[in-house]
């Protein structure tokens, strides 16, 4: 009952509350921020100091907002459910799908409930944006013109959307419009759509001592995300927090990064983390229940109200929301309610985010490891001490194998209900493995260290798909049998031009020419140009421009077996050439019309442009652009470089994900390290470091990592405090 008084408050406070900021409120601000500096280096990349953990937080939020305000915006607008109050109606599955798993009264039980420690963080983070806005009052937020510190509740492990984003909107559209399952037909071109897809994922590579110049691990962090998703930063306090790397957008941690004695590389994962749970659903008086075993167990249910904008009106609508023990009830399946189940601890999930970056070594940070809420991701990490390690997953459910989870089970049977979580040492882990590396491009953990890998057999179905992917195969061809490895060779080799894919793909092509006697004139120098060809990308090889439109149009006409992976599909094609001259042709012919010529080298076709600060960029072949030589991971490049093609007006393809905050760190006495930033660390066009890396992100020249507090003075650019004007 308390609990409830406490909340009515609270709730009554925040609507009564100004935007106008008090005049203590502003004091603890300005206390606060003179505990605070931050130093701007040559390329903009803010390293922030406090004295304590809280005060490096504040700074950061800070720092995150001059460099992107919109961007730490949109991510809350998103998290918290308030997207269709901007963006209208088409965005209320959305909203609804974040109020089903957590309201905002929830939201803020988990921040009362939090340890005082994260408290304080979580304060902090609030207080350093409402701070940014009072001293920024030309900034003009496009609906959160005040930050709560319950709102990191909704955005609490780093990924981009997280796990909740797997759960279909249409899906939750469809059950609320009709109270029906979504027609096959959509379903099947859902199916389509996700097939054709640039492939998302990221690169971890840990090279071991033994294996390097120097005699000191080596971590190679590339995660392949939305350009400008993530920005660089260093963040150091007294209290022992000292991580520099990538922040997502309005997070209080370093997601991906390292400290001086530890690094942390997160890649997405195969482990089976959610389910679905069909419901067996039963009326009675007016109420409603479901069946679980031999009770009746009653549906949780309640309101949900959500604003939209209509116009230039906002206007309201009422959803009723249920939940099961299981979850929330989001779609039907076989005709019965479904309840999706997956990770939402989002205080523990906090906890083990900002707890990873403070370890010293393997022991704290397998120790960080236990807490298992970092459910999306797998791990390579490596340290000072000489470790290396793999972690596939990490929250990982235990199932009773006899059912099949990628389906959806009986929810009415006990028996399919998770029995708690597997441990740390049950999942699939690699620590200093023999050969001396492991690599991880989200393909299978069983071949991450050869030999040396985990074995199918050692653990249950759900832990992993025994998949393999171009990059995958890739990497390990690079990585047999190399030594002497330094900072600057691990960054060639994660640049290295090799496409498998086209290894597997474009021979079949080749031979199906060939094996005609009546060839197709039209063909003849194009298919001599690919046979002729080693498979490698660049800004001048016209080979690639040819392989990528052939193997994308493939990939999206020809007819090939369901249910098997983008890897599976692209050999299969090789060999499989029924459909392939025609597609072929049917390519030259529509680069001939886009581009006058089919002789077109990639970098022609291939570019990066960034003209604005926008989320979603708007691309024109008559704005200024430069040739970028990389290629799709899709085709196993691993520095990936994945592009949109539907700009609306433009003929050429333009650079939207992939490499984007990219490092190669060594673990020493002294911890040292390369990065680079697709475009700049700034979103505001006007700044000296909006674009400023480019030059040297396409040439393979990256920025030393001025880590250490001698080496950041020397290249500082700007040093002041929060609320002096940059």
Not at 131 to 148: A, D, G, I, M, S
Not at 322 to 344: C, E, F, K, L, N
Not at 394 to 401: F, G, L, S
Request: glycine share 8%.
């Amino acid at each position: 009952m308390n609990r409830i008084i406490y909340l009515l408050v609270f709730l009554l406070v925040l609507s009564c509350k100004t935007n106008k900021p008090e005049k203590g409120e502003i004091e603890e601000w300005e206390a606060q921020a003179a505990n605070i500096e931050i130093i701007r280096d040559d390329f903009g990349v803010p390293h922030i100091y406090g004295k304590t953990d809280a005060d490096a937080v504040f700074g950061l939020l800070y720092a995150q907002c001059e460099d992107d305000f919109n961007r730490v915006e949109q991510n809350y607008i998103w998290a918290t459910g308030r997207l269709a109050e901007i963006d209208g109606k088409e965005a209320l599955y959305s909203d609804l799908r974040a109020k089903l798993f957590m309201t905002e009264e929830e939201a803020i039980v988990n921040y009362e409930n939090s340890p005082a420690w994260l408290k304080k963080l979580c304060d902090a983070f609030a207080d350093g944006i409402n701070y940014y806005l009072y001293t920024h009052p030309e900034v003009k937020p496009r609906l959160l013109t005040h930050f709560e510190p319950w709102m990191p509740m909704y955005f609490s492990e780093g990924s981009i959307g997280g796990d909740i984003e797997r759960i279909s909107t249409k899906k939750i559209a469809a059950f609320y419009e009709s109270d029906m399952a979504l027609p096959k037909v959509e379903l099947m071109q859902l199916q389509k759509e996700k097939e054709a897809e640039e492939p998302q994922g990221s690169n971890g590579i840990a090279i071991s001592g033994k294996l390097t110049q120097s005699g000191n691990p080596l971590l190679l962090i590339n995660p392949h995300t939305s350009f400008y998703f993530r920005g660089e930063v260093h963040v150091v306090s007294e209290e022992g927090l000292n991580a520099y790397g990538a922040v997502t957008w309005g997070q209080f941690f370093v997601y991906q990064g390292f400290n001086e004695k530890t690094g942390w590389m997160h890649t997405s994962t195969y482990t089976d983390v959610m389910d679905e749970f069909k419901e067996t659903i039963v009326e009675n008086d007016d109420n409603l229940f479901y069946e679980y075993g031999e009770e009746l167990r009653p549906v949780k249910s309640f309101e949900i109200v959500l604003k939209y904008l209509d116009g230039k009106k906002l206007k309201e609508k009422k959803y009723p929301a249920y939940r099961t023990h299981h979850g929330p009830i989001t779609h039907v399946a076989d005709g019965q309610w479904t309840a999706s189940a997956m990770m939402w601890e989002p205080v523990k999930a906090l906890e083990q985010s900002f707890i990873r970056t403070k370890q010293n070594g393997y022991k704290g940070f397998r120790d960080m490891m236990d807490i298992r809420t970092n459910s999306s991701n797998n791990t390579v990490y490596a340290d000072a001490e000489g470790n290396i390690a793999y972690f596939h997953g990490n929250y990982v459910p235990k199932r009773d194998v006899q059912f099949n989870y990628a389906e959806p089970v009986d929810g009415s049977n006990p028996k399919t209900d998770w029995q708690g979580l597997h441990t740390v040492d049950e999942n699939i882990l690699v620590l200093n493995p023999e050969n001396g590396w492991i690599q991880n491009c989200n393909s299978t953990p069983f071949t991450s260290a050869l030999e040396f890998s985990p074995k199918t057999e050692d653990y249950p179905y759900y832990m992993s798909k025994d998949q393999e992917n171009f990059r995958g195969v890739h990497a390990i061809e690079l990585l047999k049998d190399r030594k002497r490895y330094t900072i600057d060779s691990l960054i060639q080799l994660a640049h290295d031009p090799y496409l498998p894919a086209f290894k597997a793909l474009i021979p079949g092509l080749v031979k199906a020419y060939n094996s005609h006697d009546d060839k197709n004139p039209k063909l003849r120098e194009p298919i001599k140009i690919l046979e002729n060809w080693d498979y490698t990308t660049g800004e001048d090889q016209v080979a690639m421009t040819l392989a990528h439109f052939y193997g994308t149009a493939m990939g999206n006409r020809a007819k090939h077996p369901e249910n098997i992976s983008d890897m599976e599909r692209m050999t299969y094609f090789g060999t499989h050439t029924e459909e392939s001259l025609k597609i072929f042709e049917e390519v030259i012919d529509q680069l001939t019309a886009d581009y006058v010529t089919w002789k077109i080298p990639w970098g022609e076709v291939n570019r990066y442009q960034r003209i604005t600060g926008d989320i979603v960029q708007q691309f024109d072949d008559n704005k200024p652009s430069i040739p970028i030589g990389f290629a799709s991971g899709r085709w196993g490049a691993l520095a990936a470089y994945g592009a949109r093609y539907t700009t609306e007006g433009a003929k050429k393809i333009y650079g939207t994900r992939g490499n984007s905050f990219v490092a190669v760190v060594e673990f020493g006495d002294m911890v040292k390290a390369k990065s680079i930033l697709a475009g700049g660390q700034s979103g505001d066009p006007s700044s000296p470091h909006f674009d400023d890396q480019i030059e040297s992100y396409k040439n393979v020249d990256w920025k030393e990592v001025p880590y250490y507090r001698e080496d950041v003075l020397k290249r500082a650019e700007k040093t002041y405090r929060p609320g002096e004007r940059k």
